[in-house]
Antibody, heavy 120, light 108 residues
Framework: VQLVQSGAEMKKSGSSVKVSCKTS????????INWVRQAPGQGLEWMGSFIPIVDEVNYAQRFEGRVTFGADRSSTTAYMELSSLKSEDTAVYFCARDGGAAIAHAFDIWGQGTVVTVSS | DIQMTQSPSTLSASVGDRVTITCRAS??????LAWYQQKPGKAPNLLIY???SLESGVPSRFSGSGSGTEFTLTINSLQPDDFVTYYC???????????FGQGTKVEI
């Protein structure tokens, strides 16, 4: 199983961006897909979790109201939409699979990352 | 919320050295801790889960230990490829939350 993300995006402040994450070589299962971002030169920040087969979402508090997770089951693609973009949202956005209880919910498969650049 | 504090932020070492990175939790997290390695421009890669279990395919020079509030990642005999950044991560079930440490850059 691989996670393949959509390409780089350049956006204006105040607009929205939608990043996709395709499950390649497998199907959606009960595993959750998580979104993690990394601003330039900074650490990793968890944005939230989504279980596609049951549409269960959990958003990190600081993104609540501004982020939406979803999926197209027919194409086994999950997506993350972030609205009201600010320059501080400039970052690399990763999707990552929570490998489940067997590995204590660590993230065992990651997408390659999508660069999102926000300018005024 | 549980805070994860990683130290040091930067670590200077040489090829062949043994190094230790520490991750401290603000409260007892049992062994819900993972370690990742991140190379520049790449996604993180899982090294250790459940505090001390080595992920399949990861070299045995990497090891993890600890439980409760203090955890360590040890790299024995540093290889040139190991001079990158490492992160700890805590999984919290309720409320669901994953918290990363600030990262440790291992440099020559």
């Amino acid at each position: 199983v691989q996670l393949v993300q959509s390409g780089a995006e350049m956006k204006k402040s105040g607009s929205s961006v939608k990043v996709s994450c395709k499950t390649s070589g497998g199907t959606f299962s009960s595993y959750s897909i998580n979104w993690v971002r990394q601003a330039p030169g900074q650490g990793l920040e968890w944005m939230g979790s989504f279980i596609p087969i049951v549409d269960e979402v959990n958003y990190a508090q600081r993104f609540e109201g501004r982020v939406t997770f979803g999926a197209d089951r027919s194409s086994t693609t999950a997506y993350m939409e972030l609205s009201s973009l600010k320059s501080e949202d400039t970052a690399v956005y990763f999707c990552a699979r929570d490998g489940g209880a067997a590995i204590a919910h660590a993230f065992d498969i990651w997408g390659q990352g999508t660069v999102v650049t926000v300018s005024s | 919320d549980i805070q994860m504090t990683q130290s040091p932020s930067t670590l200077s070492a040489s090829v062949g050295d043994r190094v230790t990175i520490t991750c401290r939790a603000s409260q007892n997290i049992n062994n819900w801790l993972a370690w990742y390695q991140q190379k520049p421009g790449k996604a993180p890669n899982l090294l250790i889960y459940k505090a001390s279990s080595l992920e399949s395919g990861v070299p045995s020079r990497f090891s993890g230990s600890g439980s409760g509030t203090e955890f360590t990642l040890t790299i024995n005999s540093l290889q040139p490829d190991d001079f990158v950044t490492y992160y700890c991560q805590h999984y919290n079930r309720l409320p669901l939350m994953y918290t990363f440490g600030q990262g440790t850059k291992v440099e020559i």
